[in-house]
Nanobody, 126 residues
């Protein structure tokens, strides 16, 4: 069983930056594809970014391409989401997730992710 804990959320002005972290425990982190998803009030959870087990392959939602960067440090069992040029529409609760389904690569499908964190809130003021 993998436990995942997000941190790094907060309040930031539009145009600013934040770096989210997600620390994993209880499993072989380097064996999992990991992803970030977000959910804004009144909206469905949506894909943000994902990274394969080794960090060599990434996938991004069109809305964040060029602004967000996902990375991982398997030695620290941690995945990161660097968010730059933040916009008010990036305001949401951000969740990290992990899956052992390595055959699908860094998938945007939330249904394949088995393990989820509790989320961290990001608020971007305009």
């Amino acid at each position: 069983q993998v436990q995942m804990v997000e941190s790094g959320g907060g309040l930031v002005q539009a145009g600013g930056s934040l770096r989210l972290s997600c620390a994993a425990s209880g499993g072989t982190f380097s064996s999992y594809t990991t992803g970030w998803f977000r959910q804004a009030p009144g909206k469905e959870r949506e894909f943000v970014a994902a990274i394969n087990w080794g960090g060599g392959s990434t996938n991004y939602a069109d809305s964040v391409k060029g602004r967000f960067t996902i990375s991982r440090d398997n030695a620290k069992n941690t995945v990161y989401l660097q968010m730059n040029s933040l916009k008010s529409e990036d305001t949401a609760d951000y969740y990290c997730a992990a899956t052992a389904r390595l055959d699908l690569g860094p998938s945007p499908l939330p249904s394949i992710y088995n393990y989820w964190g509790q989320g961290t809130q990001v608020t971007v003021s305009s």
